[in-house]
């Protein structure tokens, strides 16, 4: 399994950005997909953003042409640009690693954002 730290998380305006990093213990190249999640106030965590090996890039509805997921092979760390923030994005973010074959999921401890109105 793959340790994920993720980083970057804070308090903003809303309509400000911020661009979270999850750094990787070992090579990402393999992990089937990378993504995004988030849980907020009684909230269920649900997905932001995914980004398998091949590029292949999906993002909620809620979060399309504000958010932008990427992924950088050679320093092991995905990164999720954030703009354009909305309270509604308060939440924990985690970060995942989902893998090609039957091992569990990796997850990250989480950072916090909180956009402000």
């Known amino acids: 399994q793959v340790q994920l730290v993720e980083s970057g998380g804070g308090l903003v305006q809303a309509g400000g950005s911020l661009r979270l990093s999850c750094a990787a213990s070992?090579?990402?190249?393999?992990?089937?997909?990378m993504g995004w999640y988030r849980q907020g106030p009684g909230k269920q965590r649900e997905v932001v953003a995914v980004?398998?090996?091949?590029?292949?890039?999906n993002y909620a509805d809620s979060v399309k042409g504000r958010f932008t997921i990427s992924r950088d092979n050679g320093k092991n760390t995905v990164y999720l640009q954030m703009n354009s923030l909305k309270p509604e994005d308060t939440a924990v973010y985690y970060c995942?690693?989902?893998?090609?074959?039957?091992?569990?999921?990796?997850w990250g401890q989480g950072t916090q954002v909180t956009v402000s109105s």
């Open positions: 980004i398998t090996s091949s590029g292949r890039i």
């Open positions: 070992r090579s990402i190249s393999s992990i089937n997909a």
């Open positions: 995942n690693a989902a893998y090609s074959d039957s091992r569990a999921d990796s």
